[in-house]
């Protein structure tokens, strides 16, 4: 056979063998895909449950479990069959394998069930060697793809386009989870009060006057003090989330902030690495379960994300020799951040100074850094002024006011100690603090991070882990040292802040996913591919696990979170009470802070603007409420039995504290 032959059969075969290929990539993305909703289907169901379930519960799920063992089997026997191709030696080889035994120990939720915590630690290391196997084979498999060659390749304009069709992607992503999942109004007891302080605001006030028979308005980080009725949060977030009051759309603010912090992270991470680090870094992002869920709430945390990337974007430009408007923007972004999240501003604030040292990167010059003081200066000392204002002391804050006052003095301060944070809450994993429940609550937060941040098998680490057996990437210590400094804080705290997922970590997700882009490389690298079949692979299964995380956690993990309902404004609207005054009923069995809370939301501020919602309580205090408002009508309503939902049970007539006999009976079968 002639070389021209030979070769014409070659170049006849290639699409062949690329059909081929590609049907393997596919069967090996299908197997991945099922493997991590199998694993879903083993996670713990509750919103205070973490990992995967107890094995009462494991046991209602045999099928899942043996599609992710045998996942896991085949993806390990595959492995170890080709790890000559993977690995230069057999010290590498051991260096891997130890590295991942690590990464499954600090992922795997400690728990005080010896049997529980061993079946977790199989689960997680078959989850684990099955997202690795199937992302390692299907990328060996899949052909070059030209289409993610062009889109990570793309520089420029074309770059912008692609970004900001991700963030209009997140945006709606948002907005959809919070329109079906949260139903636009707050769940978590910090946003109810986010929420009230906005709507203070937005009236121009900076605290109301304090309201007849308060023990009736009683309402968890809002407080009465010296006559004045007030959110114990900073004023950040509450002055940003009342332009949403004003426009009457206060939920689609956090959808925009997260869209913008899509773009942010972009023009962030492009500044330090390649554009196809930077693209793919906020493609993850965008597709972020984690990300998208927080930012579908009431939280501070999408603002302060936004300030944050824009203090560290404008210390890459001063790096470079921009002009001195970087510098008080990145201050006035600083700033904000100060008078949104104090703590995470000195987590953050610390970086942005290292690196106008002169540490990732040039030094800046001292003019600059005078303006980026100055700017961030005068807008965080508004929170000085605030604390005056409510605490009558510029060093008190109203936060740490409100927990001395209602449990003890020093209860929610940063230290170790035994007087930390004993107040009865039930997720409170340990009295006081001390290292080890820190070292509990960093394995936590890691599980969460690894389980819910991406939506791939085999957890949202797994390319960091990869990065940390490759070689030092240009650029990668400043992430490392931006995930430490954020943590720092965390660890000295008495609360684990897993409400929503690592709430605390949230200035992590952008380092994470930076760390991951270069993972993606170093993965392709030792396994000598390509890497953008690696990272064609790594974004359709993050699309798809997207769906499957952000279904998962929509419809049954935060379905109804904390009890908190949207009933009683369909109630208000059906009835005509939009003038009315209204006393919320605690439930049978009473949930007090979630019965009332679903009320309160609809209350109008300043009280007498819109419906008054209180509390049903004493009929002396009831009277004092409706003296004050005597020409409106009074209701009573309360959760009616079915979830979520909400009933009128009196009406009370003209007088004063009086309910008619018929509706009082009611009230006392109830």
Same mark, same amino acid.
């Given at each position: 056979?002639?070389?021209?032959?030979?070769?014409?059969?070659?170049?006849?075969?290639?699409?062949?063998?690329?059909?081929?290929?590609?049907?393997? &990539?596919?069967?090996?993305? !299908?197997?991945?895909?099922?493997?991590?909703? &199998?694993?879903?289907?083993?996670?713990?169901?509750?919103?205070?449950?973490?990992?995967?379930?107890?094995?009462?519960? @494991?046991?209602?799920?045999?099928?899942?479990?043996?599609?992710? *063992?045998?996942?896991?089997? &085949?993806?390990?026997?595959?492995?170890?069959?080709?790890?000559?191709?993977?690995?230069?030696?057999?010290?590498?080889?051991? $260096?891997?394998?130890?590295?991942?035994?690590?990464?499954? *120990?600090?992922?795997?939720?400690?728990?005080?069930? %010896?049997?529980? =915590?061993?079946?977790?630690?199989?689960?997680?290391?078959?989850?684990?060697?099955?997202?690795?196997?199937?992302? /390692?084979?299907?990328?060996?498999?899949?052909?070059?793809?030209?289409?993610?060659?062009?889109?990570?390749?793309?520089?420029?304009?074309?770059?912008?386009?692609?970004?900001?069709?991700?963030?209009?992607?997140?945006?709606?992503?948002?907005?959809?989870?919070?329109?079906?999942?949260?139903?636009?109004? %707050?769940?978590?007891?910090?946003?109810?009060?986010?929420?009230?302080?906005?709507?203070?605001?937005?009236?121009?006030?900076?605290?109301?006057?304090?309201?007849?028979?308060?023990?009736?308005?009683?309402?968890?980080?809002?407080?009465?003090?010296?006559?004045?009725?007030?959110?114990?949060?900073?004023?950040? +977030?509450?002055? /940003?989330?009342?332009?949403?009051?004003?426009?009457?759309?206060? +939920?689609?603010?956090?959808?925009?902030?997260?869209?913008?912090?899509?773009?942010?992270?972009?023009?962030?991470?492009?500044?330090?690495?390649?554009?196809?680090?930077?693209?793919?870094?906020? @493609?993850?992002?965008?597709?972020?379960?984690?990300?998208?869920?927080?930012?579908?709430?009431?939280?501070?945390?999408?603002?302060?994300?936004?300030?944050?990337?824009?203090?560290? @974007?404008?210390? !890459?430009?001063?790096?470079?020799?921009?002009?001195?408007?970087?510098?008080?923007?990145?201050? !006035?972004? #600083?700033?904000?951040?100060?008078?949104?999240?104090?703590?995470?501003?000195?987590? /953050?604030?610390?970086?942005? *100074?290292?690196?106008?040292?002169?540490?990732?990167?040039?030094?800046?010059?001292?003019?600059?850094?005078?303006?980026?003081?100055?700017?961030?200066?005068?807008?965080?000392?508004?929170?000085?002024?605030?604390?005056?204002?409510?605490?009558?002391?510029?060093?008190?804050?109203?936060?740490?006011?409100?927990?001395?006052?209602?449990?003890?003095?020093?209860?929610?301060?940063?230290?170790?100690?035994?007087?930390?944070?004993?107040?009865? +809450?039930?997720?409170?994993?340990?009295?006081?603090?001390?290292?080890?429940?820190?070292?509990?609550?960093?394995?936590?937060?890691?599980?969460?991070?690894?389980?819910? !941040?991406?939506? +791939?098998?085999?957890?949202?680490?797994?390319?960091?882990?990869?990065?940390?057996?490759?070689?030092?990437?240009?650029?990668?210590? @400043?992430?490392?040292?931006?995930?430490?400094?954020?943590?720092? %804080?965390?660890?000295?705290?008495?609360?684990?802040?897993?409400?929503?997922? %690592?709430?605390?970590?949230?200035?992590?997700?952008?380092?994470?996913?930076?760390?991951?882009?270069?993972?993606?490389?170093?993965?392709?690298?030792?396994?000598?591919?390509?890497?953008?079949?690696?990272?064609?692979?790594?974004? #359709?299964?993050?699309?798809?696990?997207?769906?499957?995380?952000?279904?998962?956690?929509?419809?049954?993990? =935060?379905?109804?979170?904390?009890?908190?309902?949207?009933?009683?404004?369909?109630?208000?609207?059906?009835?005509?009470?939009?003038?009315?005054?209204?006393?919320?009923?605690?439930?049978?069995?009473?949930?007090?802070?979630?019965? =009332?809370?679903?009320?309160?939301?609809?209350?109008? $501020?300043?009280?007498?603007?819109?419906?008054?919602?209180?509390?049903?309580?004493?009929?002396?205090?009831?009277? &004092?409420?409706?003296?004050?408002?005597?020409?409106?009508?009074?209701?009573?309503?309360?959760?009616?039995?079915?979830?979520?939902?909400?009933?009128?049970?009196?009406?009370?007539?003209?007088?004063?504290?009086?309910?008619?006999?018929?509706?009082?009976?009611?009230?006392?079968?109830?």
């Amino acid at each position: 056979m002639s070389v021209d032959v030979a070769q014409a059969e070659v170049v006849a075969q290639a699409p062949e063998a690329a059909r081929s290929n590609m049907i393997a &990539a596919i069967v090996w993305m !299908l197997v991945a895909i099922a493997g991590e909703q &199998a694993a879903i289907a083993l996670y713990s169901p509750g919103a205070w449950q973490f990992g995967f379930g107890a094995p009462a519960e @494991l046991r209602q799920h045999p099928l899942a479990i043996a599609i992710l *063992l045998f996942v896991a089997l &085949a993806a390990t026997v595959g492995l170890t069959r080709s790890y000559r191709s993977l690995t230069a030696s057999h010290r590498a080889a051991g $260096v891997a394998v130890s590295v991942c035994v690590i990464w499954v *120990l600090a992922t795997t939720l400690v728990s005080r069930d %010896p049997v529980g =915590y061993g079946i977790h630690l199989i689960l997680t290391a078959a989850m684990h060697a099955a997202g690795l196997a199937c992302i /390692v084979f299907a990328a060996r498999s899949i052909p070059r793809g030209p289409a993610v060659s062009a889109l990570l390749d793309a520089d420029g304009r074309k770059a912008w386009v692609i970004v900001g069709v991700a963030a209009a992607f997140t945006t709606l992503a948002c907005g959809t989870v919070a329109l079906l999942t949260f139903h636009q109004i %707050p769940h978590v007891p910090d946003e109810v009060a986010y929420l009230f302080q906005a709507k203070t605001y937005a009236h121009g006030r900076v605290y109301l006057d304090t309201p007849p028979a308060p023990e009736l308005f009683r309402q968890f980080l809002i407080m009465v003090h010296d006559g004045k009725w007030f959110s114990v949060f900073p004023p950040g +977030w509450p002055l /940003v989330l009342a332009l949403g009051v004003l426009a009457g759309v206060p +939920w689609i603010l956090n959808p925009l902030l997260s869209g913008a912090g899509v773009l942010l992270a972009y023009a962030v991470v492009r500044r330090v690495h390649r554009s196809s680090t930077a693209l793919l870094a906020a @493609l993850l992002l965008a597709t972020s379960p984690l990300y998208v869920t927080v930012g579908s709430t009431y939280m501070a945390h999408p603002l302060s994300i936004v300030c944050a990337l824009l203090a560290l @974007l404008s210390a !890459l430009e001063l790096q470079k020799g921009a002009r001195i408007r970087w510098a008080f923007i990145g201050g !006035l972004a #600083l700033g904000l951040l100060f008078l949104t999240r104090p703590v995470e501003s000195v987590s /953050v604030g610390v970086i942005v *100074l290292a690196m106008c040292m002169g540490a990732f990167g040039a030094r800046v010059r001292a003019a600059a850094v005078a303006v980026a003081v100055g700017a961030s200066s005068a807008v965080g000392s508004l929170f000085f002024v605030n604390n005056r204002i409510l605490t009558g002391n510029a060093f008190r804050d109203p936060v740490q006011m409100f927990f001395d006052l209602t449990f003890y003095p020093g209860s929610n301060s940063l230290g170790f100690g035994p007087d930390k944070g004993n107040i009865g +809450w039930a997720n409170d994993i340990l009295p006081g603090h001390s290292p080890l429940e820190a070292a509990i609550h960093l394995n936590l937060n890691l599980s969460i991070i690894d389980t819910e !941040l991406f939506g +791939w098998l085999g957890g949202a680490a797994l390319f960091i882990v990869m990065l940390a057996l490759g070689k030092t990437v240009r650029g990668m210590w @400043l992430w490392i040292c931006l995930i430490v400094a954020v943590l720092v %804080p965390p660890t000295l705290y008495w609360y684990s802040g897993a409400d929503l997922g %690592p709430r605390y970590w949230y200035q992590t997700l952008v380092p994470f996913a930076a760390l991951t882009a270069l993972g993606v490389r170093a993965l392709a690298d030792g396994i000598g591919i390509d890497q953008t079949r690696v990272a064609s692979v790594a974004l #359709l299964l993050a699309f798809v696990g997207f769906f499957q995380i952000t279904v998962w956690r929509g419809t049954g993990k =935060y379905r109804r979170y904390r009890g908190v309902s949207a009933d009683v404004g369909r109630l208000i609207g059906d009835n005509a009470m939009q003038h009315g005054l209204i006393f919320v009923k605690n439930g049978n069995p009473p949930n007090d802070y979630a019965d =009332y809370a679903s009320g309160f939301l609809w209350s109008g $501020v300043p009280l007498g603007d819109g419906p008054i919602v209180a509390r049903y309580g004493d009929a002396s205090a009831m009277a &004092a409420i409706h003296a004050r408002f005597p020409d409106r009508k009074r209701w009573i309503i309360a959760p009616s039995g079915e979830a979520g939902r909400y009933s009128v049970i009196a009406m009370l007539d003209g007088t004063p504290g009086n309910v008619p006999a018929t509706h009082g009976n009611q009230l006392d079968n109830r």
